[in-house]
């Protein structure tokens, strides 16, 4: 069983800028993807930015150019830094890893990220 422990977030005004990290407990190169989803209240779950086998980065066309996904392989982390932040990204944010074959999912617990003057 593969466990995520997630850090950052927190309340910030529009257009400022946080940085959440994941760390998993298994090597970030024994996993398939690892990344980012958010879900805001009311709606669902969507991706955020993903890393595939430690090097192919994907992000969702609404954080393009504001947020960027980055990985410290000697400490299996993933960060996030989140630039330019709106409300409408207010929501919890998770970390999620699959396993080699993709058929395991494994999600972090989860933190709050809330843009608000």
């Known amino acids: 069983q593969v466990q995520l422990v997630e850090s950052g977030g927190g309340l910030v005004q529009p257009g400022g800028s946080l940085r959440l990290s994941c760390t998993s407990s298994?090597?970030?190169?024994?996993?398939?993807?690892m990344g980012w989803y958010r879900q805001a209240p009311g709606k669902q779950r969507e991706l955020v930015a993903s890393?595939?086998?430690?090097?192919?980065?994907d992000y969702a066309d609404f954080v393009k150019g504001r947020f960027t996904l980055s990985r410290d392989a000697p400490t299996d982390t993933i960060h996030l830094q989140l630039n330019n932040l709106k409300p409408e990204d207010t929501a919890v944010y998770y970390c999620?890893?699959?396993?080699?074959?993709?058929?395991?999912?494994?999600w972090g617990q989860g933190t709050q990220v809330t843009v608000s003057s």
């Open positions: 999620h890893a699959t396993s080699t074959g993709g058929r395991i999912d494994y």
């Open positions: 298994a090597s970030i190169f024994s996993l398939g993807t």
């Open positions: 890393i595939t086998k430690g090097v192919i980065l």
